[in-house]
């Protein structure tokens, strides 16, 4: 593996344990079968979807997206507005494989992932056909090429997403933003939005089921996840960063990172990894602040349920 790679200090065994409910075994394969089942509608359904129009096509993925995360037993709740149409760029500190479903459940977006993806068995073919633009993360010499293919979407107006931390964390502790992806809203002269992604337990603490680190196989994390219960995730879209405020990619890569680590602070708890150490721990008192106007919250396992998301496209 090449040095330059970022890398996490969270492991399965101290990050991704489940405290709480769990789904009995007949229940944790009653998911398993749902979410496959939607993964194989999705393979076949994606050619006809990529030829509607922006608009539908969207609210598919919308649906879609949100009933795959939901079919793991994980509600939705969503903070925070898209904004107006366009291309953008979403960057968001990264915690699991499920990050992707849960992104394109709020935003549709052409998602940025590693080329390992591709060789995933069924997801990966999934990837590929919903727009999915690959990097070699371990051939720096190809990053070039990666930006200018994702200016290159920016400029058609496409939403493009990605996790500049380069690796996953466990929710409880987050990587530095790496700068590269972000010449891309530079040169297209896009905005960035921030996203911020959390999973909670029922007492607002970090869910530590859905964290998909260091080594830990897929089907591993995939029975994990659909083992436990009472877990929520949270997508908060943080206020656009306008084209034109920062013109140099260090500070705008530092911007959009101080918004996502704000958020996470005043969010959640912080609770130590082992060997570190944290600082007070917040309470959450903005949910009850914040306007009910400006919440979506999804509780309906149904895909007819979920695609009445009133987020805009």
Request: charged share 20%.
């Amino acid at each position: 593996m090449s040095v330059w790679l970022p890398t996490s200090p969270c492991t399965p065994e101290a990050c991704a344990g489940h405290e709480g409910r769990t789904a009995s075994v007949p229940h944790a394969v009653l998911r398993l079968t749902g979410a496959v089942a939607l993964v194989l509608l999705g393979i076949l359904g994606a050619p006809p979807v990529r030829l509607l129009p922006a608009g539908p096509r969207h609210a598919v993925v919308r649906a879609w997206s949100a009933a795959l995360v939901r079919a793991f037993g994980i509600r939705i709740t969503v903070h925070g507005s898209p904004g107006r149409r366009g291309g953008r760029l979403l960057v968001a500190n990264h915690v699991s494989w499920l990050d992707i479903p849960l992104v394109a459940a709020v935003l549709p977006s052409r998602m940025l992932a590693k080329s390992d993806i591709r060789a995933w068995p069924v997801l990966g073919r999934l990837a590929g056909r919903a727009g999915t633009l690959f990097i070699e993360r371990d051939r720096i010499r190809a990053l070039p090429a990666t930006v200018t293919t994702m200016t290159r979407a920016l400029l058609a107006g496409d939403r493009v997403a990605v996790f500049p931390e380069g690796s996953t964390w466990c929710g409880r502790a987050q990587g530095a933003f790496r700068r590269a992806a972000f010449q891309s809203a530079l040169d297209a002269k896009v905005p960035v939005q921030p996203v911020h992604l959390a999973y909670l337990r029922p007492d607002g603490s970090p869910a530590g089921a859905p964290a998909f680190v260091g080594d830990d196989p897929l089907t591993a994390s995939l029975w994990r996840i659909a083992r436990a219960r009472g877990i929520r995730a949270e997508v908060t879209l943080l206020p656009q960063i306008p084209p034109g405020r920062h013109t140099d990619r260090r500070d705008l890569a530092a911007a959009a990172q101080r918004a996502v680590t704000d958020r996470a602070s005043e969010r959640t708890p912080r609770t130590a990894l082992p060997g570190q150490t944290t600082g007070p721990s917040a309470t959450d008192r903005d949910s009850a602040k914040r306007p009910a106007a400006s919440v979506h919250h999804w509780v309906s396992s149904s895909p007819a349920a979920a695609s009445s998301l009133r987020t805009p496209s």
